[in-house]
């Protein structure tokens, strides 16, 4: 995997325990949806850790007055969510993403200058990333530093595709899995999210 891309694997436990779910064969559809959901908040958490930008306020509590921190609301946020996989992991996150947008489908026409974007996309792979996705965005004239790419997995084959084009570009996901070449997998990997998520996407004819 190239040195120059920035891929984030948190050690969160709750991120471990949510992969083990998705791992086991055994785990229902509605479990699985619902850690997929889990592991797309715990990795926004971590994501939005040193990247949300904030102010001071003088507020007045019950007993005097503090400086007090408020997201700012002059920087808004953006979120592109893939379907279906992005799609779960943006459902999980939600509740911490203050003042975002939603976009699914076509990319806006236009994204303002002092907008974040969060791009939620599903396994990385070799011959499926979302490189198509960040160069629509770089042609919008969003950088590479404006986008917090989150995926559920990953492989170093689909980073190393990314880096190529993208080398400052920062993922966060889960794991870094190894990819099989005969059957386009992951091993371990997660099984077909696609035949498993609450979340069905039907393509057109």
Known sequence: MAMSLKVIVPPHPLIKHWLTILRDKRTPNTLYSTGYEQIGKWLTYEALRNWLPYKSERIETFNGFIDG???????PIRVIAQIPEGLSLWTG??????NSILSLGDLPK????NEGILLYCGQIKKDNNPIKTLADLKNLGVESKRILLISIICSNEG?????????EQN??????DNEESQNDGL???IGNPLLRLNTMFQEKN
């Open 69 to 75: 921190f408020f997201i700012n609301p002059n920087y």
């Open 93 to 98: 996150s939600k509740e911490i993403i203050p």
């Open 110 to 113: 236009d994204i303002k200058k």
């Open 159 to 167: 980073l190393n595709q990314i880096a190529k084009v993208f080398p």
């Open 171 to 176: 993922i966060y996901t889960s794991c870094i």
């Open 187 to 189: 091993f371990p990997g």
